[in-house]
């Protein structure tokens, strides 16, 4: 499976492929990056810096149903990161 976060501020993308699996779960893994989309129990589905610190994650209404579902969900998502946010629609880009 491989999707791509869209950033509705200019249309940038960053794409996502399947790479491994993580707490029981798929792992997705930034193609241009060390950035993850990884599930955490703690937290549910987020991205992941390589610092290892969650830096985006679906927006509310999302949120419930990002902790139990086996695929990040689609649709908004929210980054935070060195004092900025970001909105992204995450969108699959192929069939799971």
Known sequence: MSFEFVR?????????????????????????????????????????????????????????QAGQEAFPPLGPWRSWKAGKSYLYDLRRTDAP
């Not at 509705?8 to 492929?17: A, N, P």
């Not at 707490?23 to 990884?38: A, E, I, M, Q």
């Not at 955490?40 to 209404?61: F, H």
Request: with cysteine; aromatic share 14%.
């Open 8 to 64: 509705r501020l200019d249309g940038l993308v960053y794409r996502f492929r399947q790479d491994g699996e993580f707490n029981g779960r798929p792992s997705f893994k930034r193609v241009d990056l060390d950035v993850w989309c990884r599930w955490l129990p703690e937290r549910g589905w987020c991205t992941v810096g390589a610092d290892g610190i969650g830096n985006g994650w679906p927006l509310l209404g999302q949120a419930g």
